[in-house]
């Protein structure tokens, strides 16, 4: 759908970080044939903005306060399958990429990328193309098709979305309750997770993985 007054397509912005969402809406406005028509900071905003104002493309962070980007990412899919979704991350995309796909994303952007990228990403799919890496793009054609695309490349790559979600924050030391309040989960059902977690990395208590959640974070933060 078009901004009737501009002729431009019309973008949502769903990011926790205010200067971030603020500056990326900017560039976007100065930019003849696109312009944001909306923002929100979590993803219960991010859905309900989307159903709203009815955007061409929304640029969803995976990383919120409040919600999962991936989970929203998977809600708006499902309720708009042909609304194209640009996931935008600062984690490294050999982990997140292709969760992101199977969410629903058709692009994935780091946050330490140029704006230009993003706006690249942004008419790719506006222009009915996906925005992946080779790399990613050879990952999913591997989930297609190969014969070993169920092998996990990594131990980690056996955690559920919200499993990863749990083991980072596990990383940034949040206790349970902590966890639970921020992903508006109960104690018991975290609790459970962190025991999904230990039984498929083969971790033997707490401290072993509270260790390995560090260690991720830290590796993760090396690429």
Known sequence: MKNAASGKRRVVIVDDHPLFCEGLGRVIDRQPDIVMCGAAADAAGGLAASRKLKPDVVIADLTLEEGSGLEMIECLHAEQPKLP???????????????????????????????????????????????????????????????????????????????????????????TREIAARLGLSVSTVESYRASIKLKLHLRNAAELAASAARFLAEEAAR
Do not use: T
Request: aromatic share 6%.
């Open 85 to 175: 979704i640009l996931a935008l991350s600062a984690h490294p995309e050999d982990v997140y990429a292709v969760r992101a796909y199977r969410a629903g994303a058709r692009g994935y952007v780091m946050k330490h990328e140029p704006s230009a990228r993003v706006l690249e990403a942004l008419r790719r799919l506006l222009n009915g193309q996906m925005a992946f890496s080779e790399g990613v793009i050879s990952q999913v054609m591997e989930l297609g098709i190969g014969k070993d695309a169920s092998l996990p490349r990594s131990p980690v790559e056996l955690l559920s979305n919200r499993e990863l979600e749990i083991y980072r924050a596990i990383g940034l030391g949040r206790a």
